[in-house]
């Protein structure tokens, strides 16, 4: 017959053994819709997505996801910023100016600091400051031991004459402005020494995150702007305990006996602390936050994005060389300080959909060249994989021995050379009986029978006639010159007569005195090698050992120990379930044939793959209007006291980051707030994305689609190849197995397979829904909470990985019985505990396929993507989207190997239904395929 007949099966839910009534013919075609109850709860979760994601089209802007931001939180090209931020519309880059408060603080601290200042503030006459001011200022200044300091401050020279003072400080404030050439800046010889040259390792504190108009707005917009540039005179934020001491001397009256020091310094203050700021018209902040770089140019690296480069005159300046490492140093700071965010992420992934097309369609073309290679390698790929296993676990335990073995000095290599030799010898049983292998010392009364040096080197025998030249000169110079106290002619030819490996010189201090015993080799190479006694393994370190803790030695050589007994139970094991292991070859074999009888099958993961990209491309593009719902309450909008209260402590949330997503702190130096008479200018910027109900219903049904995709690809495979294997040798591969595994997926069984992702999905959600909380409490500095949601996040996920084998054997169940979900789940789990062996050998076996499978297609899809993106967008960095390839072939890869994991899990099932009737009917008009006719023994037929 061409096809399994049709064959009217009720199926009860018992978990009984099929029998030849229930499934003599094969997989029954009489059947009848499952679950259907499970497709209204399916439309109602779409229901419920199409309305959150309206929800999103009215409020959300995807924008906010990756547009550049600035010091504050608000968006660039933006008119209406949170909490009445700048409007920055028509300002689309993000670049950097400089932080006056942070360049300048060494400055402002020698110059406030000075002899000079602090003779003003605090001295015996006409002080600035009273009593209760003092502290403040003299701790700012770490002058006397306070809370804020760990001793004195280095800001340079001191300075008790205003005007040294002013001339000083006037110098290193005019590189700042650049009032000098830029290149002094950056230079050991300029007035500020090295500090801006060691800036490029914390350069995000030197700058301010910016939006401008272009890239290129730098220093010499402020000369070139047809607008008057503005200015800036600096002054101390409020919160700054010096703040009060510098107001002060700037605003002190300049009579009486300080009056010509004061005037002195107010004039430098007035003259050397203005910088030049760029216009309104390219800097929409105020003027403390428009002050750019000297010698400092941007250009663009991806959309709105600036980073750093030198001008032309520093580089001609420095050389090309320093200028570079500089900006290097300057964009890894700038990367690990401020980080990729999740925002800027879905932005690059926006632009570059084009590729991502392009990759997604190459990862189809990789899976297919892997499915065509595994035909002709299943048998090898197992037994290399299983012998792969045991050479990793050999090489293990070798690995940990030596290493706990190894000598102080010694090489890796060379100490599991020796013990490799020991070993060898000691097994050979290289002696004769009666020797007498024990060592004392340094050998000098040894009289065992080693005959190999610790390289392997075979030993020459003393006295031999083909003795090597250097042999003889020294048996002649030891052996004759008994007037030196050395061993008697006679005495020394009896010790080493018929010998090999020996220590003959036993004279203290002679130049002749081996550490150990020794001998000449037959090793051209090696003229003389020393020796261990037969049995011993490990080398004798008298210089101690590479790791000095003899309780990690001994660790490390017990874990050798207990890799290798692995390697022996797993060998033992290995001989023991050859049969089971040939079996699952034979089933894998199988499986191959069907997939080459059936090459259209191959198309399931990719129409599987293709529909799933669609579908994640609407769902993130969909998502994306939900995440960027920021609330306008998601972070405080008032001002705190420290950067601590703002941003918390290890043990202590922050104001700003108290929940997750976090927002980021910023100091508002010119718009200080006072509480309680101190002032407070910290405040929060918001986070770019954030979660709610609305995100975690439309997330559900991402997962619920994705597990059903999954499902239906599983079950038409099932189906198929459980057809395949029931019909005649003769016709197989030239029915419509597909076609009719589909139809049976379509008209009868979507409600099954919508049930069992559904159980996934929710499973799935829960996971994620505790990974959330799990960062809620790392926000919330509760340590404890965060590993017990993590625990409970491992355990749901074993239990996921345990339903999904289940789930996997429920479909094929399915498709082979045509019983609902729940009966077909309860007769998978009784057919796998009836051959559990069975099926944990085969699972074994086709998990190294399914992970050989994966690697290529994933590793394969990522290069390939690099390459792809690399040619089609050379201004953006491919980092990010490379990792969404690497993402996209890994799903791919599953989808994949899925086919063929699955294929050899219904031919499993298939044999064991066949087992189990007891029916072998093969041959050409039978069904059974050759490569399994040996594995079944036909039952008598019982009277």
Not at 103 to 130: E, H, R, W, Y
Not at 458 to 480: E, H, N, P, Q, R
Not at 516 to 522: L, Q, V
Not at 627 to 648: C, I, M, N, R, W
């Amino acid at each position: 017959m061409a096809e399994a007949a049709d064959v009217n099966v009720n199926v009860k839910g018992t978990g009984e053994k099929v029998t030849a009534e229930q499934l003599g013919a094969g997989p029954t075609s009489n059947r009848g819709c499952t679950d259907c109850w499970c497709l209204l709860v399916l439309l109602g979760a779409w229901a419920a997505y199409v309305f959150v994601t309206v929800l999103g089209f009215q409020d959300g802007n995807p924008a906010k996801l990756y547009l550049p931001r600035d010091y504050s939180g608000g968006y660039c090209d933006v008119e209406k910023n949170w909490n009445n931020g700048v409007n920055t519309k028509g300002f689309p880059k993000q670049s950097f100016t400089m932080n006056t408060s942070a360049t300048t603080d060494l400055i402002v601290k020698q110059f406030m600091c000075s002899t000079a200042v602090v003779n003003l503030m605090t001295g015996d006459t006409d002080p600035l400051l009273v009593q209760d001011e003092r502290f403040d200022y003299l701790c700012s200044c770490c002058l006397i031991p306070c809370g804020k300091c760990g001793g004195s401050l280095q800001t340079g020279d001191d300075f008790s004459n205003p005007v040294l003072l002013g001339s000083a400080i006037g110098g290193k404030l005019n590189e700042l402005q650049g009032a000098t050439d830029p290149a002094r800046l950056f230079s050991a010889g300029g007035a500020n020494g090295n500090v801006f040259i060691d800036m490029w390792n914390s350069v995000d504190q030197y700058f301010n995150k910016v939006c401008l108009k272009e890239c290129t707005v730098n220093f010499n917009t402020v000369n070139a702007s047809s607008s008057s540039p503005r200015e800036y005179i600096f002054s101390i934020a409020p919160d700054d305990m010096m703040s009060n001491a510098f107001n002060k001397l700037k605003n002190a009256p300049t009579t009486g006996s300080n009056g010509q020091a004061i005037a002195s310094l107010q004039k430098t203050i007035e003259n050397e602390f203005k910088f030049k700021a760029l216009p309104l018209e390219s800097c929409p902040y105020h003027p403390s936050r428009c002050v750019p770089m000297p010698g400092i140019e941007f250009e663009e690296i991806s959309a709105g994005y600036c980073t750093f480069k030198m001008s032309a005159e520093v580089v001609n300046s420095i050389g090309s060389a320093a200028s570079d490492a500089f900006v290097g140093l300057g964009g890894e700071s700038l990367v690990s300080g401020l980080g990729e965010t999740f925002g800027k992420w879905v932005g690059e992934f926006q632009r570059s959909i084009p590729a991502f097309i392009i990759v997604t369609i190459l990862a189809f073309v990789t899976g297919f060249i892997y499915l065509v290679l595994l035909r002709f390698a299943v048998g090898l790929c197992v037994w290399l994989s299983i012998f792969v296993v045991l050479l990793i676990m050999a090489l293990g335990g070798a690995s940990c021995y030596v290493r706990a073995s190894q000598c102080a000095g010694a090489d890796f290599l060379e100490t599991g050379k020796q013990i490799g030799a020991g070993a060898l010898i000691a097994a050979s049983g290289a002696f004769s009986s009666g020797c007498d292998e024990k060592l004392e010392g340094e050998g000098h009364n040894y009289k065992g029978c080693q005959k190999y040096s610790k390289g392997l080197n075979k030993c020459i025998k003393w006295g031999d006639a083909s003795s090597s030249s250097i042999m003889k000169k020294y048996s002649l110079k030891f052996g004759s010159d008994a007037g030196t106290g050395i061993v008697p002619a006679a005495v020394y030819s009896d010790r080493l007569h018929n010998d090999y490996c020996r220590n003959p010189c036993d004279i203290a201090g002679a130049d002749c005195n081996a550490k150990s015993i020794w001998c000449f080799t037959s090793n051209a190479d090696q003229a003389w090698e020393e020796c261990q006694p037969v049995g011993v393994v490990k080398p004798t370190c008298s210089n101690g050992y590479a790791i000095k803790s003899s309780e990690m030695r001994t660790l490390l050589e017990v874990c050798a120990y207990v890799l290798w007994a692995l390697a022996v139970l797993y060998l033992i094991g290995v001989i023991c379930m050859t049969n089971r292991i040939r079996l699952a070859i034979a089933v894998s074999k199988v499986a191959a044939i069907f997939m080459r009888q059936n090459t259209m099958i191959v198309l399931t993961p990719a129409i599987q793959s293709l529909i799933s990209c669609i579908w994640c491309l609407v769902w993130v593009l969909s998502a994306s209007f939900l995440l960027s719902q920021v609330p306008d309450d998601a972070v405080d909008k008032g001002a705190f006291l420290t950067y601590a209260e703002a941003y918390g402590t290890d043990t202590t949330p922050g104001k700003c980051t108290n929940s997750w997503p976090s927002g980021s702190v910023w100091k508002d130096e010119t718009n200080c707030e006072q509480i309680n008479g101190t002032y407070a200018c910290w405040r929060c910027a918001p986070p770019r994305y954030t979660f709610d109900w609305r995100f975690a219903v439309s997330f559900f049904v991402f997962l619920w689609n994705n597990a059903l995709m999954i499902a239906i690809g599983q079950f038409v495979v099932a189906a198929a190849c459980s057809c395949w294997f029931f019909t005649q040798n003769s016709q197989k591969g030239s029915t419509g197995v597909i076609r009719k595994a589909i139809h049976w997926t379509w008209r009868y069984h979507l409600g099954s397979l919508a049930f069992g992702s559904f159980i996934i999905a929710v499973l799935q959600l829960i996971r994620y829904i505790m990974m959330y909380f799990e960062q809620q409490a790392k926000a919330q500095k509760n340590a404890v909470m965060a590993m017990i949601l993590r625990i409970c996040q491992c355990v749901i996920w074993c239990f996921e990985k345990c339903l999904k084998f289940l789930n996997e054997n429920a479909y094929i169940q399915i498709a082979i019985r045509g019983s609902n979900f729940c009966v077909s789940a309860m007769n998978a789990f009784y057919l796998i505990l009836r051959n559990a062996i069975r099926f944990g050998v085969l699972a074994v076996l086709s998990k190294g396929l399914r992970v050989i499978g994966i690697f290529f297609i994933t590793v394969g899809t990522g290069v390939i993507g690099y390459f792809v993106f690399t040619s089609m967008y050379d201004d953006m960095t491919p980092t990010i989207p490379v990792v969404i390839y690497i993402f996209v072939g890994y799903m791919v890869g599953k989808l994949f190997v899925n086919v063929y994991g699955i294929a050899v899990d219904t031919v499993l099932q298939c044999f064991l239904a066949c087992e189990e009737m007891g029916k072998v009917d093969a041959g050409e008009n039978g069904y059974l395929p050759n490569q399994l006719r040996g594995w079944l023994k036909e039952k008598p037929e019982l009277d």
